[in-house]
């Protein structure tokens, strides 16, 4: 069974080099909204979830206090930890694996994700969030960035079949068994008469039948869903939401 454990800004920090892995947050506004007085979750060794990993804030996860999350996670009380913080962030030590989408729909904020090993998932979503993954990235389905209010940052390989980024910070060492790329700071699309880019043929060849256009594809995408023509749906292999 992994271990959490609720940490301070304080002391997350400089054990885990925050600084080094996310800087970006902590610059001006964002240390004082994301880290400042705030917690985060840390999980010991190698963390394994069925269901999906959502890193959009919402009422009733990441920003409850940490005397329910202390609850729910059976988190011994801590003098340090009563405060009526929210958790901005989960520092995993050892490897990801995730039985669904890492998805982050919000594409102005999000609970920041960093794993010190590899991650393994179904489908990458990254939004206004941060991550930093130190070993290799394995998804199944698709790694999707969208807009440029977040990053991603992957020390290691990117193995996926479909990666798509829209105008999203997002880098790797290398990009591994893949079938289509498109990244907007590179790369154009094709856009038809209501200037809606048009599914190129490669990549309409490996999507469903019944997302119709682009639009149809990045709400899809957004959500975390099943896009591939041979991709297992995640309703049959996650049981439920895992946030925090």
Do not use: C
Not at 194 to 202: A, F, G, H, V
């Amino acid at each position: 069974m992994n271990q959490f454990r609720l940490i301070n800004e304080q002391e997350a920090t400089p054990k885990y080099e925050l600084k080094k892995y996310l800087s970006l947050i902590f610059e001006g506004w964002q240390y004082e909204n994301t880290l400042k007085n705030y917690l985060f979750l840390v999980a010991d060794g190698d963390l394994k979830i069925n269901g999906d990993l959502q890193l959009d804030f919402n009422d009733n996860t990441w920003e409850s206090d940490s005397i329910a999350w202390r609850k729910q996670l059976n988190i011994a009380d801590d003098e340090n930890l009563k405060h009526n913080y929210g958790i901005r962030g989960v520092i995993v030590t050892g490897n990801l694996t995730v039985n669904g989408s890492i998805k982050n729909s919000d594409m102005s904020s999000g609970a920041f994700l960093l794993v010190l090993g590899n991650v393994t998932a179904h489908n990458l979503v990254s939004g206004g969030t941060y991550m930093q993954i130190n070993g290799n990235a394995n998804i199944r389905d698709y790694a999707y960035g969208h807009y440029n209010d977040g990053s991603i940052a992957i020390n290691g390989n990117l193995n996926t079949p479909v990666f798509i980024s829209e105008d999203h910070a997002f880098s790797f060492k290398a990009l591994k068994n893949n079938q289509f790329s498109y990244n907007s700071h590179n790369d154009s699309i094709t856009s038809g008469e209501d200037e809606n880019p048009i599914i190129p043929k490669k990549l309409r060849a490996l999507i469903k039948d019944d997302i119709l256009d682009w639009s149809d594809l990045t709400s899809a995408m957004r959500n975390g869903d099943a896009i591939l023509k041979m991709a297992t749906d995640k309703s049959t292999t996650a049981d439920k939401d895992w946030a925090a």
